[in-house]
């Protein structure tokens, strides 16, 4: 049973197609249950998000979805949260929503995975800021303000690969992720990045499955053509492994699935 938990609207400004067409072809592509968890505002980089006046309408647009189509799919209500410390608004934490992705984007406010600023890894220690990465993945993770935990090695986005053991790199980030009670999300968007491959790599999912931390599916779709893309490569990575169940949440609350 397919569920796709992390896609995108035309509020963040980053984003095309409209939210019945994305929904339209979530269905056709077999998904029961869809999310939306759009860029949460905050007062940083506002421009790659939406504004907390916006946030009203955003949740109103996809409750009423949820009634148009809650005899074709279930549809879900979340954020996607950029983790930054002093940059977190209670406003968003509070919402009223299914889900909260908890999601790193920024290591000092250095945006490492826009293209626009892709020159300064050439000032940049590779393994140190693949360490510094997974070092705020952990303390994201230990506030247990999240529930779901956004393309975990999304450092990788541009192939500057460290020299040290991946694993090794990021076992106290899983080790808080597990602690948290915090599902880790398979997200196929790194298919379409010059990295080529699903976030997370199959060693740190492998990892993930041995501490027994859970796992959802997300297309992190910001146009049609990306709702569902590539998805029976992270649904087969998961069998592979192991895992027989995912997660969905409503109003917060973990709901198993069978994959």
């Given at each position: ?20 067409k ?34 009203k309408?955003?949740?109103d647009?996809?409750k ?9 799919c ?35 406010k250095w ?26 993945i952990?303390?994201?993770a ?9 393309h ?17 790199l ?7 992720i ?5 599902v880790?999300?398979l ?13 997370p ?9 041995k ?10 779709a910001?146009?049609?053509e990306q709702?569902?893309?590539n ?5 087969n990575m ?22």
């Amino acid at each position: 049973m397919k569920v796709d938990l992390h896609n995108h609207t035309t509020l963040c400004n980053h984003a095309t197609g409209t939210i019945d067409k994305y929904i339209q072809k979530a269905i056709k592509n077999g998904v029961k249950y869809y999310g939306f968890s759009d860029h949460a505002p905050m007062d940083f980089e506002p421009q790659y998000r939406m504004n907390f006046e916006q946030m009203k309408e955003y949740e109103d647009d996809i409750k009423q979805a949820k009634k148009r189509y809650k005899n074709e799919c279930e549809i879900l209500l979340g954020y996607e949260v950029d983790y930054l410390k002093g940059h977190i608004d209670e406003r968003v934490l509070n919402a009223d929503v299914d889900y909260l992705i908890g999601s790193v984007h920024f290591i000092d406010k250095w945006g490492f995975d826009n293209p626009e600023f892709i020159g300064k890894y050439a000032y940049k220690d590779i393994d140190e800021i693949w360490q510094e990465y997974f070092d705020t993945i952990e303390e994201m993770a230990s506030t247990k303000l999240f529930d779901i935990v956004g393309h975990i090695d999304l450092i990788k986005i541009f192939k500057f690969m460290p020299k040290k053991d991946i694993s090794l790199l990021a076992a106290k980030a899983l080790k808080a992720i597990k602690k948290a009670g915090m599902v880790m999300e398979l997200n196929s968007a790194g298919f379409r990045k010059p990295i080529g491959e699903a976030y997370p790599s199959l060693d740190i999912l492998k990892e993930a499955y041995k501490l027994g931390i859970e796992i959802t599916f997300g297309s992190d779709a910001h146009a049609l053509e990306q709702v569902c893309q590539n998805y029976d490569k992270i649904l087969n990575m998961a069998k592979n492994v192991g895992y027989t169940k995912c997660v969905i949440f409503k109003k917060r609350k973990k709901v198993f699935i069978d994959i």
